[in-house]
């Protein structure tokens, strides 16, 4: 499904887990899409998003972080050297959990996207349903955003909505919001790839 010849832009997602999301990232860019998968790399060796990418055809880099203990600047110059040689136009991170400084975010300004399960600016960080459910929220949800040095602070190119119902907890809640999720960030990147970076409300 990696075909990256020529005309279609350039995807690296980037994981730490499962890869739901990346899955439907990589499942979307197909037809007419106006990008490709080039590339699923992991700071997890043995993230289940990397034998998902291998599945479906994508070519898999590991850049563990545990290999660079305190030394955040190499582990960054260690990722950037596996995405040039991958050579994206846009790096799609989904569920990565690693921070990462202004040196990295400054370097794929413009072309880097993050997802992020709460309706930013609430709940940046870790626990959003959690963090949801305490406030007494109404509603919860997703939000695309582009990446820039303030921890899922960039500016938000898509947003999705889900009720938070009586005796939700953070796993239900969580599970329905995925759902958005599998929803959004392939619309917003298509969008994205088209060079359209209006905010995308999908519900
Ligand atoms: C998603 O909820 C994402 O928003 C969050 O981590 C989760 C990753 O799930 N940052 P998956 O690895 O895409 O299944």
Same mark, same amino acid.
């Given at each position: 499904?990696?075909?990256?010849?020529?005309?279609?832009?350039?995807?690296?997602?980037?994981?730490?887990?499962?890869?739901?999301?990346?899955?439907?990232?990589?499942?979307?860019?197909?037809?007419?899409?106006?990008?490709?998968?080039?590339?699923?790399?992991?700071?997890? /060796?043995?993230?289940?998003?990397?034998?998902?990418?291998?599945?479906?055809?994508?070519?898999?880099?590991? !850049?563990?972080?545990?290999?660079?203990?305190?030394?955040?600047?190499?582990?960054?110059?260690?990722?950037?050297?596996?995405?040039?040689?991958?050579?994206?136009?846009?790096?799609?991170?989904?569920?990565?959990?690693? +921070?990462?400084?202004?040196?990295?975010?400054?370097?794929?300004?413009?072309?880097?996207?993050? +997802?992020? /399960?709460?309706?930013?600016?609430?709940?940046?960080?870790?626990?959003?349903?959690?963090?949801?459910?305490?406030?007494?929220?109404?509603?919860?949800?997703?939000?695309?955003?582009? !990446?820039?040095?303030?921890?899922?602070?960039?500016?938000? !190119?898509?947003?999705?909505?889900?009720?938070?119902? /009586?005796?939700?907890?953070?796993?239900?809640?969580?599970?329905?919001?995925?759902?958005?999720?599998?929803?959004?960030?392939?619309?917003?990147?298509?969008?994205?790839?088209?060079?359209?970076?209006?905010?995308?409300?999908?519900?």
């Amino acid at each position: 499904m990696s075909d990256t010849g020529g005309t279609h832009k350039r995807v690296a997602i980037l994981v730490s887990g499962g890869g739901s999301n990346m899955v439907t990232l990589v499942k979307s860019m197909t037809g007419d899409h106006p990008a490709r998968p080039c590339l699923v790399l992991s700071n997890v /060796p043995d993230a289940g998003g990397l034998t998902k990418a291998r599945d479906l055809g994508i070519p898999t880099a590991v !850049v563990d972080h545990r290999d660079f203990k305190d030394d955040r600047a190499g582990f960054e110059a260690a990722l950037n050297a596996a995405l040039e040689r991958a050579r994206p136009d846009i790096i799609c991170l989904a569920g990565f959990m690693r +921070i990462l400084t202004e040196t990295f975010t400054s370097k794929w300004s413009g072309r880097c996207l993050n +997802i992020h /399960p709460s309706l930013l600016p609430k709940y940046k960080g870790l626990h959003t349903h959690q963090r949801a459910i305490d406030a007494g929220d109404a509603e919860g949800g997703c939000s695309v955003h582009e !990446v820039t040095a303030e921890l899922d602070g960039g500016p938000i !190119v898509g947003q999705a909505r889900v009720p938070i119902l /009586p005796g939700d907890t953070a796993d239900t809640l969580a599970a329905r919001v995925l759902v958005q999720e599998h929803l959004l960030y392939p619309a917003v990147l298509r969008r994205f790839a088209s060079d359209d970076r209006s905010l995308l409300r999908l519900s």
